[in-house]
């Protein structure tokens, strides 16, 4: 059973792999289940009975994408040791996710329109309510201890990973030049001093 269960993940994982590739060629809509079977060795039968629909297959490859940068960000805030740590940590950690993973990254963000995050439904939306569900508590707890500002979660969003998330997608649609090291820590020292309570007070 564990062999099929890990060959069942394999041929998944080849299948998103595949539909990645060809969705950043030519674009979702101008995809087929065809051109997905062609690139990834599958069959049509398979591939509607994993997915449903090519809405379905570019959904899944969202969806995955995602979660792979979600359980980074996650990881870097549970590791963290305070909140000016936290909201560094996550700032660089946005930053190199999309260096190390560009493919994604220009799915999520460039690629998959609204009809894709549609046809993600629950799967997209169980991901997205414990996600957030994990950050807001995570700032909560700094908010209450006086150490982070009270603000909408559009403001902190804004504040925290705006800056990044521009500078990701100017990267993108450039070409992918540069490396984004030296950035990351700029943006993360930035992205902390918009979200202290004390902006002007020194670093001990």
Known sequence: MGRKELSDDARRRTIL??????????GVEASAIDDVRRRSGASVGSLYHRFGSKEGIAAAVYVDAL????????????????????????????????????????FLFNVAGADVRRAGGTDLRELNNEFFGFVEAWLRRYVDAGEVRALSTDVVYALWLGPSQELARLWLARGRRG???TESTVLADAAWRALRTDPDKEDT
């Open 17 to 26: 792999d595949a539909s990645l590739e060809l969705f950043l060629e030519v």
């Open 179 to 181: 490396s984004l090291r």
């Open 67 to 106: 979660r792979n940068y979600q359980r980074e960000f996650v990881a870097a805030l549970t590791r963290a040791r305070d909140a000016g740590d936290g909201v560094r940590s996550a700032v660089r950690t946005h930053m190199r996710w999309v260096r190390e993973n560009p493919d994604r990254a220009e």
